[in-house]
């Protein structure tokens, strides 16, 4: 139906104007300073550059190497994954919705805590190696493990989400039809899922694509993905021009793997018979539901829980015992590894993260607003686009700050407010993915009742969706939060070194040898991600409830 | 008539097909208009083109003799209720019907004695604190009712306002309606596709089809002389055909054969319907007849006549001279309930 015509255009116009210039000014313009001064000479550009980086020795091997761990990654993500989703869709168990949360407290984790908790399960001296001797951080296992494990949440709560709101009737209506119950679930169900499975697949492979934390601290000299050899090159070798044809790379592929996503996605939208989820799990019955669920729980106890446990076991193990010095040493700056005492590092990395989230919601909520309406042919790309940060390398972003953003009008070099920016990016697609299912799922009809009952658009807006809306809201600010304080890829960059952020603190403690500076990093993560856990923790008690609110909406957050 | 409501040649195409094809309609003050039609003949069209739902594509809509083009439609003063009423979820019932009250900035007090006043008027005393969700369809047209008519719209529009509640409900409310809409004096304009609700809530019926009005008359008139073959089929007639008034005599030579008519109807080639009440059963006639089907309607049956020329008839008749399927009866007809359609 057509309505609203020139002025309805106009007013989308003017919400897109603010998300558009801050991704102008503060994603596009520093990547195409640093790429540009890579591949610009003497006021020409080299393309010639670009061939020669491509064609070098090692940079083949990089690139092969981002790639197949990336599928390898995938593939075990969702082979842990799918049981889960099923599991969590469609059977009933005491303690599921606590369990609902916890799978996805590693998502949020900062990639940085991922790697430092596997590193204290995996590699030397850790639990493993104590015990038996094991080592797997010299292999590539480690880094598919914890690829696993921060991307186990991705598919088990899009596929899952989707999986729980199928109407279990249409497969019943296939079984009384006569099919069996494998055929059933062949024919009926998993034509329903396949798109969502592809979606989440894609989503994992993007992550993993794009891995710098993780593979910064499990990959050691041997492993490298694009996104870290970028950063080797930015920042150890200056070799601008190679991590700018590397930076391009890795945006072109990135952009394809989105376009890809987006079409899955709305094919997935389409013609579904979706239900209240509420009503769709039952109790498991049966040696196979039992032994999915039983499996489901092993893999959350062994995958996701014990690196964690092993994180606090070992911030907490002093001198063969147990005791609190490494949280007391972060109180100090005796190691010299700091300006600032790390403990301070916290209230920097709580005050940025607020900033970001606020930066966050204002940008994506505009957004959101403006792409609510469908079908409008100039938004629909805007959607993708908004996606394109977190596929971005992080370091090409922060080291584009830099050089970017230097000079008078926008000098900002200095200024504290360039971190919150920085994090605000990968903060917004965040944002509007939680609030554009929401918003979407308002009926039109609402809004036209006020205006009938004489509440102007803007009254309508604030009457209307933002009660709807308001538990979204509070999702994605949690969600833009958590991303914001995890945020390591940028930060490294342009944090002052007297005012490093959580993750930056334990790359850097990280960095350094010593018993003391390994405890301390361990404590400053388990920091980490008890503050993450509790703002996830407080989002999932808000959920059902959201629920209700969104009617027809998906709920579930689809990345 | 200088009506409350005025519009004049409105079109509205969706696309290639036209919603509203060059629509005239007048509301007078107090008067309360139904449209009536089959689903996708323009009706909610129309009431969204007058709220400014939706844009008019050519015509004029006067309110109260102003022309509304781009008056928005917060700003027109007219009440809508919608078709599945749209009450704001998160809000109980007072604050629904309170909403319309708080945007024009009514203070506190003054909405919520008028809310108590609402809502005791659509019978639902008490019923502010009540989430809407736990209510009742009937109890929640009640409070779209209310809420619409809350901030005193000049018109108040609605949208197949019985469309969803039982034949029992809706009986009962199409008579509070009407009393209601008396006793206020409240200016009417509601589309349904059903044609009891509309000849029983209406001081005037308009009939469209396909964007455009084919009829518009009170109740009566419209009832006992619809305009063409399609408002008698969308009536429920189904003895529509062509036929031929002869010149010497009123009768006109129809499928089924000679057919009484009105005297001083003209002659010529003509469309005619045959109310059922004017087919006659007789021991001898003209015509014959094998009855397919009995239908049962409360205080008579309508049977259906498979005659031995011409299409399936049907007819009205008392319950205790109902003839068994299967049986063979001879045909008469009533000139008074044969009309001729003059729109054809």
Known sequence: ?559 | MSGLLTLSAVSVAYGERAALDAVDLAVAEHETVCVLGPSGSGKSTLLRAVAGLTPVDAGTVLLDGRDQAGVPTHRRGVGLMFQDHQLFPQRDVGGNIAFGLRVRGVARAEARRRVAELLDLVGLPGAERRAVSALSGGEQQRVALARALAPRPRLLMLDEPLGQLDRDLRERLVVELRQLFRALGTTVLAVTHDQGEAFALADRVVVMREGRVAQSGTPVEVWRRPADAFVARFLGFRNVAEATVRAAEPVADTPWGPVPVAPGTPRGRRRLLIRPSGVRLAAEGAARAVVRGRTFRGDHVLLLLEPERGPALEAACALVDAPAEGAKVGLAFDAADVVTLPGD
Request: charged share 15%.
């Open chain 1, 1 to 559: 139906m057509r309505r609203g015509g020139r002025r309805g255009v106009a007013v989308r116009l003017a919400l897109l104007a603010v998300p558009l210039a801050f991704f102008a000014l503060f994603f596009a313009y520093p990547v195409a300073a640093i790429t540009g001064r890579g591949l610009r000479a003497d006021g020409a550009w080299q393309l010639s550059r670009a061939l020669d980086v491509l064609t070098a020795p090692g940079i083949g091997d990089v690139l092969w190497f981002t790639l197949w761990q990336a599928a390898a990654s995938t593939a075990l993500t969702l082979a842990l994954g799918l049981p889960g989703a099923y599991v969590f869709a469609r059977l009933d168990f005491p303690g599921k919705r606590l369990l609902h949360a916890v799978v996805t407290v590693p998502f949020v984790l900062p990639t940085v805590v991922t790697g430092a908790a596997f590193l204290a399960l995996l590699g030397r001296g850790g639990l493993l190696d104590e015990r038996w001797g094991i080592r797997l951080d010299d292999g590539v296992w480690a880094i598919l493990l914890a690829h696993a494990f921060f991307n186990y949440a991705v598919v088990v709560r899009t596929v899952g989400g989707l999986w729980a709101q199928l109407d279990p009737r249409q497969e019943e209506a296939a079984r009384v039809l006569g099919a069996g119950r494998f055929a059933a679930w062949r024919r009926v169900t998993l034509p329903a899922l396949a798109p969502s499975v592809a979606a989440a697949g894609l989503l994992v492979f993007l992550f993993t694509f794009t891995s710098f934390g993780v593979i910064q601290i499990l990959g050691g000299p041997r492993y490298a993905t694009l996104e870290v050899e970028i950063y080797r090159r930015t920042a150890q070798l200056l070799d601008l021009p190679t991590a700018a044809v590397l930076t391009l790379l890795q945006l072109a592929l990135v952009a394809a793997l989105l376009g890809a996503h987006a079409l899955i996605t709305r094919r997935a939208e389409s013609a579904l018979a979706l239900t209240d989820p509420a009503g769709n799990a039952a109790r498991p019955r049966g040696g196979a539901q039992w032994a999915l669920l039983g499996g489901t729980l092993a893999v959350i106890a062994l995958l996701l829980l014990l690196p964690l446990a092993v994180l606090v076991e070992r911030s907490l193990s002093v001198d063969g015992g147990y005791g609190l010095a490494h949280y007391r040493a972060l109180a100090g700056t005796e190691s010299g590894t700091f300006v600032v005492a790390p403990w301070e590092a916290i209230g920097t990395s709580l005050r940025y993260a607020a900033v970001a989230t606020a930066i966050a919601l204002a940008v994506g909520g505009l957004a959101a607003a403006a792409l609510t309406r469908r079908a409008a042919r100039f938004t629909r790309g805007f959607d993708a686009l908004l996606m394109l940060p977190l596929g971005t390398s992080a370091v090409t972003v922060g080291f584009g700050f830099l050089i970017a953003l230097d000079e008078p009008p926008l000098d900002l070099r200095s200024s504290w407010i360039l971190v919150p920016l920085a994090q605000a990016l990968v903060g917004v697609p965040f944002v509007v993915r939680v609030l554009l299912p929401v918003l979407r799922a308002v009926d039109e009809r609402l809004r036209e009742a006020a205006a009938v009952l004489g509440a102007s658009p803007l009254r309508a807006w604030r009457e209307v969706d933002l009660p709807l809306v308001r538990r979204a809201l509070l999702v994605a600010a949690g969600f833009a939060f958590a991303v914001s304080l995890g945020e390591f890829g940028a930060t490294v960059f342009i944090a002052r070194a007297d005012a490093p952020t959580l993750p930056v603190a334990v790359a850097r403690l990280l960095g350094r040898a010593g018993e003391l500076n390994y405890g301390q990093a361990m404590a400053l993560s388990t920091v980490l991600m008890l503050v993450c856990a509790l703002t996830l923790l407080a989002l999932e008690s808000l959920r059902p409830a959201a629920w209700r609110g969104g009617r027809g909406g998906r709920g579930e957050w689809v990345v």
